[in-house]
């Protein structure tokens, strides 16, 4: 895959920019829909000044509210750092594919170590779910936009 440099480089700030707004959109989903009192991210410094939360109740009796509130979060962050992956390696495939796995591995792997005593949090099929879900989603963006760009 060829492509120009100014085509690359804008492809390459897209892919950022994207993955900052789904980052941004993920910690978004935990702010106004969870409880900061359950979440490990306040949790790891007990000093910590925590802000007030903007919480909005939201029911989870439903899947699609469930999957709102708990698994949407974890399929965002799980795109941004894959978009991040992409941008990086626009235009190596070996590397995006190494970098990718290792990426995909380790998230698996926090989400699965949550089945431990050891670690806090909620181990959740879905999570998993939600990065294969993400995985996909960016592969056939890829595939349908921007492969033939970079041709």
């Known amino acids: ?3 120009n440099g100014r085509e690359l480089k804008k492809i390459r700030l897209i892919y950022i920019s994207l993955s900052f707004l789904l980052l941004t959109m993920g910690m978004c989903g ?3 829909f ?3 009192s359950s979440i490990v991210l306040f949790a790891w410094m007990p000093g910590l000044p925590v802000p007030a939360s903007p919480h909005i109740p939201l029911s989870t ?3 699609w509210g469930y999957l709102l509130v708990f698994n949407l979060p974890h399929g ?3 795109l941004s750092g894959l978009l991040v992956i992409r941008a990086i ?3 190596d495939t070996k590397w995006r594919a190494i970098y990718g796995g290792i990426f995909f591995v380790v998230i698996s792997a926090l989400e699965i170590s949550q089945l431990s005593e050891d670690r806090r949090g909620t181990f959740d099929t879905l999570d998993l779910a939600s ?3 993400s995985a996909f989603v960016e592969s056939i963006t890829y595939n349908l936009f921007i492969r033939r760009k970079l041709r």
Do not use: H, N, Q
């Open 1 to 3: 895959m060829a492509g």
């Open 30 to 32: 935990y702010l106004f």
């Open 34 to 36: 969870r409880d900061f």
């Open 61 to 63: 009796d439903t899947i």
């Open 76 to 78: 965002l962050w799980s």
């Open 89 to 91: 390696w626009l235009t």
């Open 131 to 133: 990065y294969g879900v």
